[in-house]
């Protein structure tokens, strides 16, 4: 299976499953999407996980449910090493980014009030 | 971007960027259409107004409040009861609707003092109820009527009672949605840190965005408490009105319709550090997922589990009994708002069916996101629909059940499309494990009623079989199915209760022990 494919698969269950990541305002989209993603990918490369405040902990259930249910779905995930995890979520990050914020076509991303 | 023009919009143009097909390859960077825009002129909407989005969604479910409505009495009268949020004080803010009953001579000469008068008769007529809500309407907005300062002074003068007012007439946006937004801030604002709650719990929320339709909240707050969990507030079904005025002491806001109230949990985010947990209660999964999470987030998730396992095991048999029977078949999700993505991903994975058209009245272009992403392509999305819209879409996509509000319900039905309120629920509730299957039921109840067979029937000149009667629900559902299926020991049907809520009412819970004396003592 190709990177491309499994992109594909990750995102499609993002979008599909979770709401972390459809938060009203760019400013806290981006939060959002660089709170969970980068607690799962530590959670998926075993590595400890802080947790210094409740807005850490609230990404960090998310990104404990999304590691699970990669890990369930995804078995070709076991197969990669660390170092290809990492480069693999930084760019489900870069493209999660991209649909939801930088090229996202959602006029109210950018109101300044809630 | 792949725009759809309906062929009776064409008159207004400005309707082909309301609604997009998802073609294949496409994602929300090509695919969204307008949202939360003013009606175009010509286009008759579905939509309510402001003042109704504020006060019969989020304010009206306050359950003991005497909610009045400062205004003509159509805007109270003709909107009464629409809602079915019901409550455990005996349904008094559903029962009991108030209102100035402002005519044209207060509008002449102002609306101030027939609004003090109608405040204390109020109060009078209902001694036990001591918290009001106020709406601004139209009328008595455009004249200038100083809500505020009038329930000051009832307040300087009776100091046992409490008033919320809330300025969100008619016009104060593009629909209900602009009601929603303002009646959130407006809480925020006014009452929110005004009341110390009393905390039972290491583990407190608020539960927000969640209006008890047909005992929803009370179904979710039953595992809340089988988990040990202390829910200081509901924002705002089954809700108290000092309850909410608590809100800032929760450690987390669990956001159950972050279309209607995810205002209030980002301000609580930005001004009390307090977390927001989007969740959705429907759907196995998803709904499994939600409790872990809160669960997680406390440390508590074997607690979780355990429900999550009870539930699954009992009532999983049941919705697949029904998912057997409603494989593929069409449905329209034709919500107000939310609903559009809390079910379009679980209605096709849990229940087999297939998703071929969303729409929102009023929801915004982040609901459409999430509910575009739900879908699979080929999906019809449209935004703000008006009635020959929807005629002509179902006409395109020959759904075989549409979900709705019961007024573009009833044109559905008219066109021999079987319907289901998506709104308040045909028998509810809906969420929950239980509820979920109820969801199938009504929706296998819907699809398959032989009344489908018997309308299409002209009797002045079609043939009649004499001989035969009409075929009943099972044999048009199970026709299809192998004799494992139709035998199976373990599906069966939805073996629940009429009433599946008011026996939660009198259930009690574990005490857990709380972590410290210290936190005990709060």
């Known amino acids: 299976m190709d990177d491309a494919t499994k992109l594909e698969q990750l995102m499609d269950y993002i979008m599909k499953n979770c709401l972390w990541q459809f938060n009203s305002r760019a400013k806290d989209r981006r939060k959002q999407n660089v709170g969970v993603l980068t607690k799962t990918t530590q959670l998926l490369c075993d590595e400890p996980v802080d947790n210094p405040t409740p807005l850490d902990k609230c990404y960090w259930v998310d990104a404990v449910c999304l590691a699970e249910a990669y890990r369930e779905r995804y078995p070709w995930l076991a197969t990669m090493d660390k170092t290809a995890i990492k480069t693999l979520m930084q760019k489900l990050h870069e493209r999660l980014d991209w649909l939801t914020i930088d090229g996202s076509l959602n006029e109210e991303l950018t109101v300044q009030h809630y | ?522």
Request: glycine share 8%; hydrophobic share 35%.
């Open chain 2, 1 to 522: 971007m792949p725009y759809h023009e309906f062929e009776c919009s064409k008159v207004i143009p400005e309707r082909k960027q309301h609604a997009v097909i998802k073609g294949a390859g496409e994602d929300l960077t090509s695919c969204l259409p307008k949202g939360y825009l003013n009606t175009i002129p010509g286009t008759i909407s579905e939509r309510g107004c402001a003042y109704c989005g504020a006060k019969h969604v989020i304010g009206t479910p306050m359950k003991d409040v005497i909610h009045i409505s400062h205004g003509p009495v159509g805007c109270t009268y003709d909107t009464w009861q629409t809602k079915r949020y019901i409550s455990d004080n005996n349904n008094f803010q559903l029962k009991y609707t108030f209102a100035t009953d402002v005519k044209e001579k207060h509008i002449v000469f102002g609306a101030e003092k027939v609004l003090k008068q109608n405040i204390i008769e109020a109060f009078k007529a209902f001694p036990e109820i001591k918290r009001m809500t106020i709406y601004q309407t139209c009328a008595t907005a455009l004249i200038g009527d100083d809500i505020e300062a009038v329930a000051q002074e009832v307040m300087d003068e009776m100091p046992e009672v409490d008033i919320f007012v809330c300025n969100s007439p008619g016009f104060a946006g593009p629909s209900q949605s602009g009601g929603h937004h303002k009646i959130n801030i407006a809480w925020l604002n006014q009452k929110v840190g005004t009341l110390e709650p009393k905390i039972t719990s290491d583990y407190v929320i608020n539960y927000v965005g969640e209006y008890n339709i047909q005992g929803d909240q009370e179904v979710m707050l039953d595992y809340f408490h089988r988990m040990g969990i202390q829910v200081l507030s509901t924002f705002t079904g089954n809700s108290s009105y000092d309850d909410l005025r608590g809100m800032h002491r929760a450690h987390l806001n669990v956001l159950e319709c972050a279309r209607s109230a995810e205002y209030i949990c980002d301000e609580l985010r930005a001004r009390y550090g307090i977390p927001r947990l989007d969740i959705d209660g429907f759907g196995f999964e998803a709904l499994g997922n939600s409790l872990k999470k809160v669960g997680l987030f406390f440390g508590i998730e074997d607690r979780a589990q355990a429900i999550i396992d009870e539930e699954t095991a009992k009532w999983k048999p049941q919705l697949d009994w029904y998912k057997e029977r409603l494989r593929d078949k069409k449905v329209c999700l034709w919500p107000g708002g939310s609903k559009l993505w809390h079910w379009a991903h679980a209605i096709q994975a849990e229940m087999g069916v297939k998703v071929v058209s969303v729409y929102t009245k009023f929801g915004h272009q982040g609901d459409m996101e999430k509910g575009i992403s739900r879908c699979g392509e080929g999906a019809l999305a449209i935004d703000d629909p008006n009635e020959l819209e929807n005629q002509e879409a179902m006409r395109m996509l020959k759904p075989d059940v549409i979900f709705t509000g019961k007024r573009p319900g009833e044109v559905a039905k008219k066109m021999r499309v079987p319907y289901l309120n998506a709104h308040a629920y045909h028998n509810g509730p809906y969420k929950g494990f239980e509820g979920w299957v109820r969801f199938a039921r009504d929706i296998y109840n819907a699809i398959y009623s032989p009344i489908y067979q018997l309308s299409g029937l002209d009797i002045s000149k079609d043939e009649i079989a004499a001989d035969k009667g009409f075929v009943t629900r099972r044999m048009l559902s199970d026709a299809g199915l192998s004799d494992e299926i139709k035998s199976s020991p373990i599906l069966t049907e939805y073996t629940g209760k009429y009433d599946s809520v008011t026996d939660l009412r009198a259930k009690t819970y574990p005490e857990f022990e709380r972590k410290t004396a210290a936190s005990a003592a709060e």
